[in-house]
């Protein structure tokens, strides 16, 4: 067998949760991701017939069966995951309709996966409908992102239309805009259902006062498209309270999306 810690799902996993960290998305136990891998892509690196021990999710998903997952640890830091990658983050393969999970590797102080686990799972369900494709589930706290839901509407359209507005590439990098939760209370399959069924209309969903979701086909894409969001929200934050004297109009908006082949949501521009 070959050092798991050479895999090149590990070595993404955890320049992505330092890279994480390093810009201030991730404090403390903020934050988790889970990203799909393939039998294929781990079956040199471990031994998929040795089970260390099986955590229920508390969930019912029978479509994430036989599926494996890399998943950050529950009250584990971003910040010591390139320390200790075997603590603080875990492999499992889902089992009985999603109801329990194989501990394949990690967690190694007996710990467990992100308290977030319902919303990621059901998150992936939603997403692998939409796309095929798609492999990651990333969940921060974003500061900009978070001021921006105590002073913005949280219209969905409104606040999308705003984060649009922020930066010229917004449009196309997520053309199907921000979906919004109002607060909820986290850890929960009741947030994790909400999430997944924002999940189904866009990649991105904000959680109120808490933080963002994001889902993609790598960890480079998802983290990109949480950047360029929070990107946005900083600049928001940065001329809210300033008269605006310029724009991005709509009509500039459609010329990007003939520019760059792509759909803003419907009825999202006039
Ligand atoms: P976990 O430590 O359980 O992953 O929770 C962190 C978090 O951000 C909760 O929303
Ligand atoms: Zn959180």
Redesign the pocket.
Known sequence: MKDILTAPFMVEMIRTTTNMYDHGW?E?????ISLLLDEDEISGYLDTGKVLRTIPTGFTAPELDGKFFLV?????YFKNVQYAPDVNLGIVRLKDQGQQADLLWGYSDGGQ?????P?HMMSHVARMKVNPENRVVM???PANLLAMTYVHTLDEREFTRTLWQMCTECVVVFPDGVNVLPWML??TNEIGEATAEKMKTARLVV?SL??IYGAGKDLDETFGLIETAEKAAEIYMKIAHLPRINTITDEQMHLLEKRFSIQAREGYLD
Do not use: I, L, P, V
């Open positions: 991730d403390r136990n903020g934050g988790n950050t640890g529950t009250g584990k996966f992100t308290s977030e686990f919303a969940h921060c706290h986290c850890g959680w808490h933080g």
